[in-house]
């Protein structure tokens, strides 16, 4: 699951005018043409319309002016600003302003902006060997700030180097899990070796050996796993204080825990690069803002960018949605994320799927909903895991109820048939943190409750609700976790990206840690392996729907909410619009009217 | 005298040494008195993909498979003498002496963080500090010449209002009103160090400044209007008078000195806990001080950070109480007996 955070800027400068002209509507959705040789630096403001939600499906306020200070702010902190060290969605998002990768998201509105478009290299990846080996070739002209040209060399070392999840424990392990040949325990700094499984046969090429054939690989290839390391700048766990840039902004201040500044870097250039328009001149990160702070800044136009995304608090919520003039800067944005219930086979009596369909069937949809925060904002009603964002999506609904706040005659007929007519007790895990979850854990006692189903509610802290809690396997077991308060967003927007690590049985494992608190099916796993080798997109997406269907069959899961986020959009902003490749504003394509 | 000072000095470093063996007892004991393995500690400290064997790795890196009272005393090592830390990387990570600490989720010592983020903490304690001693000294000192009167009953009003608002409250608000409305005083987080630019480090600091001494104040008020209404009431106030001194002598230079006795000694010990971190006020303005600090590294579970900042926070109180024993010293002799 991407953790998500936010992260607010501030400087001293009072609200900034906007110049945004209303109108100019066509050349909203061109937005994207504006990236890499937009010129002019006197380009304006032009169009785009701000009303609720224009950003969800086009860009507002569309502008190719260059120049200004973006401004950011975070509520907490980043894992870490090194490529190769971070799994928060808006930190890849944000990485987009100093580093590039082989491949990237095309900076465009909503599904499209989930399709992969070469960055560093000339096309997207070349297959070979049945999908188990991987060729990418790099574009003239590429150079870190320093002006030393980036080679496959730094790119093959940026991937080795994050492998050691020692050194680097925040970053994704896809590369670990499917290059060939990983020694156990791989390190660039003792090992001081390379891998045979990524071959530089020159400074262009760089081809990627993996131990199984996988039709996604391009995804990973969009990892900031590969974004250039030049080997003799790089300083283990430190390079996230001095990341030597390969995108078109560099750090010019780095002070940990507070701040942190961006610069143009003059060595990037704009002709190589398709996808960023690079046009505030700089971007002020803030670091630990409180977050009710935040919400007014961004409303009084002192803010910029609440950088976690995460959407305003309850209060400016309520403050936004009731004034017109503020609700049109507010956009409902749909997420890659599930907000669901984990139904736990190990707790009896849900070792019975007809127990585990009768919580299910007895579930307050609305309640559940409400708990997040309701339609606007908080998300929609959901029939399966699998978000409408994600590609090939398919609405099933197999537990159909009579009223949206569940439905107690096929509950109890569930009941009956698991052998427990008159309900049982169980508990239910939420993460103490998290007034959402325990608003919807309340709701689920509300409701089960009139079918007998008694639950005790028991609340873990979040920061080890995972390791030690819900997610160790035996721990659960011990405590009756028969639910347990789950939630997930997609590394990427495909079946893959959100499903293989929430439902594949072979990610659990008995030290804790995984995402996937219950979903036991051997038939699963089998559907998973299938997909993962088909190199047929529509098949590939057709096999995640069904993998989606099945989970739903064996009622592991109670799917509460798709989920969205109510994201506020000031006027200072320019080029706004939310994409499904990060689950909300494209960061890279964002530029501030001048005052 | 200086029998009585070494005294409280050797007594003020025990003290320290209880607060760190507590503080380490705290977070690196009790959970595995609690049936926590090391690597269950550990789990905090890496990935949310890591393997058991990655788990365990880091485990021992961190010295959580030694008993504890090693562990104890490595930490009481690096105080002294400084430590390295292998946690993967080109090379190990040192942490000079004093090491108070290595963060495990930064890979940062501990000591360079916190004296970073000291004269934040400081510069917002110190201007709060004589914002409410003045106020709530000198609305106490009229509230109580002014028995009774609208003034004295609207002023206790007040100062009730600041001890029972709590300062995210009045902090959000003075934010929303002066900040984001009137536009008069920078939004939060700003902050200027001092020798940078002393006008905008005062200006940037006037809200949370007026905010906290509020909360105080308030008190401070209360304390020495009761303070006093009793010396007013003495003896020898009433023969000053008679004596015909001028009320203004009287007030200042009688009455007050005496009242001021107990308040700084209150004071002394408010300024010592504040320096050890104003959380919510700095949280509420999002200042990088020591509060803000120690509230991400609970978030973060960073243990080694809390307890930096714990004994830092102990150190600026014993030596607080400290400085107010010796004051009191000199002031009552019998307290030396």
């Not at chain 1, 050349?27 to 890499?36: D, I, N």
């Not at chain 1, 000339?122 to 700030?145: A, C, H, I, P, R």
């Not at chain 1, 530089?200 to 199984?212: A, E, G, S, W």
């Not at chain 1, 608190?517 to 057709?542: G, M």
């Amino acid at each position: 699951m991407l953790a998500k955070t936010v992260k607010v800027e501030h400087t001293m400068r009072r609200r900034r005018t906007t110049i945004a002209v209303a109108g100019a509507a066509a050349l909203t959705v061109s937005l994207t043409a504006c990236g890499g040789g937009s010129s002019s630096g006197d380009g304006g403001a032009s169009g785009g319309a701000a009303k609720f939600d224009a950003a969800v499906t086009g860009v507002v306020n569309s502008s190719d002016a260059k120049g200004g200070t973006l401004r950011y702010a975070n509520e907490g902190e980043w894992d870490s600003t090194d490529p190769g060290d971070t799994y928060y969605g808006y930190s890849w998002n944000f990485a987009r302003y100093y580093t590039r990768t082989l491949v990237t998201y095309k900076s465009a509105p909503g599904a499209e902006g989930a399709t992969l478009v070469p960055d560093l290299a000339t096309s997207l990846g070349k297959s070979s060997d049945g999908g188990k080996t991987w060729t990418y070739t790099l574009k003239d002209g590429l150079k870190f700030e320093d002006g030393s040209p980036i080679t496959s060399g730094d790119i093959r070392y940026a991937v080795e180097r994050q492998l050691d999840k020692t050194t680097f424990p925040h970053g994704p392990t896809y590369f670990n899990d499917f290059l060939a040949d990983v020694p156990e325990g791989y390190s660039v700094y003792k090992d001081k070796k390379d891998l045979d499984s990524i071959e530089t046969p020159d400074d262009k090429t760089i081809v990627f050996h993996l131990n199984q054939a996988f039709s996604g690989f391009d995804y990973f290839a969009a990892l900031p796993s590969t974004v250039p390391v030049p080997k003799d700048k790089d300083t283990g766990s430190k390079y996230k204080s001095s990341v030597v840039s390969s995108g078109p902004y560099k750090f010019a201040d780095y002070q940990s825990g507070k701040s942190f500044k961006l610069v143009r870097n003059d060595q990037w250039d704009a002709a190589t690069d398709e996808v960023r328009p690079a046009l505030p001149d700089n971007i002020d990160v803030t670091l630990n803002v409180n977050k009710d702070d935040i919400d007014q800044r961004l409303l009084s136009g002192d803010l910029d960018v609440s950088v976690t995304q995460l959407g305003i608090g309850a209060a400016a919520k309520a403050q936004v949605l009731a004034d017109p003039e503020q609700k049109k800067n507010a956009d409902s944005a749909p997420l890659n994320r599930t907000w669901f219930t984990s139904i736990n086979s190990e707790v009896a009596p849900f070792d019975n799927i007809d127990c585990r369909k009768a919580v299910i069937y007895a579930a307050d949809r609305t309640g559940y909903q409400t708990a997040f925060g309701g339609s606007i904002g908080g998300g929609d009603v959901a029939t399966s895991l699998l978000p409408p964002t994600i590609p090939g999506q398919q609405k099933i609904d197999l537990y159909p109820v009579s009223s949206p706040t569940g439905d107690e005659a096929k509950a109890k007929e569930a009941l009956t048939a698991c052998g427990k007519p008159d309900g049982f007790e169980t508990s239910y895990s939420y993460r103490v943190e998290r007034p959402a979850e325990k608003a919807a854990a309340e709701s689920m006692q509300q409701s089960l409750a009139k079918v007998g189903i008694k639950l005790t509610l028991k609340p873990y802290p979040q920061s080890d609700y995972f390791s030690l809690y819900a997610g160790k396997p035996s721990f659960a077991k011990k405590e009756g976790l028969g639910l347990m308060a789950n939630g997930w967003g997609a590394d990427w927007a495909d079946g893959y990206g959100f499903l293989s690590q929430l439902v594949d049985s072979r990610v659990i494992r008995e030290t804790g840690g995984a995402s996937n608190l219950s979903v036991r099916d051997p038939e699963v796993d089998k559907l998973i392996d299938l997909a993962v080798n088909e190199q047929d997109t529509a098949k590939r997406e057709q096999e995640w729907a069904d993998i989606d269907k099945k989970v739903m069959e064996g009622a592991w899961v109670y799917p509460g909410v798709w989920a969205k986020v109510l994201l506020y959009r000031p006027k200072t902003l320019t080029n706004v619009f939310v994409s499904s490749s990060y689950d909300g504003y494209d960061y890279s394509a964002l530029g501030v009217a001048k005052s | 005298m200086t029998a009585f000072i070494a005294r409280r000095a050797v007594a003020a470093v025990v003290i320290l040494a209880l607060v760190s063996f507590i503080t380490f007892a705290i977070f690196f004991l009790v959970p595995r008195l609690a049936g926590a393995s090391a690597d269950d500690l550990a789990s905090r400290y890496v990935g949310k993909t890591a393997g058991a064997e990655q788990v365990h790795e880091r485990a021992v890196q961190l010295g959580f498979t030694d008993p504890v009272y090693v562990q104890y005393g490595d930490f009481v090592k690096g105080i002294f003498a400084g430590r390295d830390y292998d946690l993967g990387g080109p090379a190990p990570e040192h942490c000079p002496a004093p090491c108070l600490g290595f963060s495990f989720i930064d890979q940062n010592p501990v000591l360079p963080d916190l004296l970073d983020r000291l004269p934040v903490t400081l510069s917002l304690a110190a201007g709060a500090a004589l914002i409410w001693l003045i106020s709530g000294v000198g609305v106490g000192v009229l509230s109580a010449l002014r028995r009774g009167t609208v003034f004295d009953r609207a002023a206790m009003a007040v100062a009730l209002a600041g001890v029972s608002l709590p300062v995210f409250f009045t902090g959000l608000l003075a934010l929303s009103v002066f900040s984001y409305t009137l536009n008069i005083f920078p939004p939060g987080s700003s902050y200027t160090p001092l020798l940078e630019n002393p006008i905008q480090w005062a200006y940037d600091l006037i809200l949370p400044w007026v905010t906290l001494a509020f909360l105080y104040a308030a008190g401070y008020a209360r304390l020495t209007r009761a303070g006093m209404l009793e010396t007013m009431n003495e003896d020898y106030i009433r023969t000053a008078r008679a004596k015909g001194l001028p009320e203004r002598t009287v007030v200042l230079k009688h009455a007050l000195r005496s009242t001021l006795t107990p308040v700084l000694t209150i004071f002394g010990l408010d300024l010592g806990l504040l320096v050890g971190g104003a959380i919510l006020t700095e949280s509420t303005f999002s200042l990088p001080g020591l509060g803000s600090y120690t509230v991400q590294a609970i978030s973060h579970n960073d243990l080694p950070k809390v307890l930096g900042v714990t004994l830092l926070a102990a150190t600026f109180v014993v030596i607080a109480n400290l400085v107010v024993d010796i004051l009191y010293a000199v002031i009552d002799p019998r307290v030396r007996l």
